[in-house]
């Protein structure tokens, strides 16, 4: 199976071009080969635009300038909108890959278990101010993860099959982005799989969202009632 890895940029303050260049070759390391790219791209420079052109013959790379609004949300989504393969991968642009064979173990696992529709891979965290790896966890779903106890961490820890109709991200929602996306994803495709084997790593840094959740602690509340009574106000998930 095809597996399309989405990733949304920007220039995060010089940083993104950074990132995004180690990420490319975590992903060139990978054991899996049926890959492809797609980076959306809201910078307001050519930085990311001209490192794509360099990856371009290392990568089945598709890059897409996306002059919409600015949110993590509406980003990631448009790059899911421009996949083909049968395995949709969220990859935060700041986040990268730990071991060579985490795409392939991802596929294996829903190869052979076609009941599942998603799966998650165990993660760590890469804290920019000290340069250590560690703080590594398994993840783990449940039906109240919407409230915000995320127990998953961020979509690079997971892979989806692609469905007819594409379970995209709300994008009224930033900081709980992935906790009310679980909920949706879960609901329509059962539980996760999950492998223990830590295998993405997260980056901890000053321009990260979760970083700034605390920073934003009014709109943090307001997401939280959105998406309560989306969820259990009404009994549906639109």
């Known amino acids: 199976m095809k597996v ?18 180690h990420l490319f070759d975590t992903i060139k390391q990978q054991t899996y080969s049926d890959i492809e790219v797609i980076v959306s791209d809201q910078s307001t420079d050519d930085n990311i635009k001209n490192l794509c052109e360099k990856w371009k013959d290392d990568l089945d790379l598709k890059y897409v300038y996306f ?20 395995i949709i991968k969220p990859m935060m642009c700041d986040d990268y890959f730990y071991t060579k064979q985490c795409i392939e173990a991802m596929v294996y696992a829903l190869e052979n278990n076609p009941e599942a529709g998603w799966v998650a891979v165990g993660f760590g965290h890469h804290f920019q101010e ?3 790896i560690g703080r590594f966890m398994i993840p783990s779903y449940h039906d109240k993860i919407y409230l915000g ?54 980056r901890v840094h000053a321009d990260s969202v979760t970083t700034n ?26």
Not at 4 to 21: A, D, Q, R, W
Not at 182 to 193: F, I, M, N, Q
Not at 221 to 229: D, F
């Open 67 to 86: 002059d919409g609004e600015r949110k993590s949300t509406v980003n990631m989504n448009n790059s899911v909108r421009h996949t083909t393969g049968e």
């Open 149 to 202: 106890n995320n127990t998953m961490s961020c979509p690079s820890t997971v892979a989806v099959k692609r469905t007819e109709e594409l379970i995209l991200f709300d994008e009224k929602i930033l900081f709980r982005m992935d906790c009310e996306w679980y909920k949706r994803v879960a609901d329509e495709l059962g539980p996760p799989l999950i492998i223990e084997q830590p295998s993405v790593i997260m």
């Open 130 to 132: 000290t340069g250590q």
């Open 4 to 21: 399309s890895i989405c990733i949304p940029t920007h220039e995060m303050n010089g940083k993104g071009v950074v990132y995004l260049n």
């Open 213 to 238: 959740i605390e920073s934003n602690h009014k709109e943090n509340e307001e997401e939280l009632q959105y998406i309560i009574e989306k969820i259990e106000g009404s009994g549906t998930l639109n």
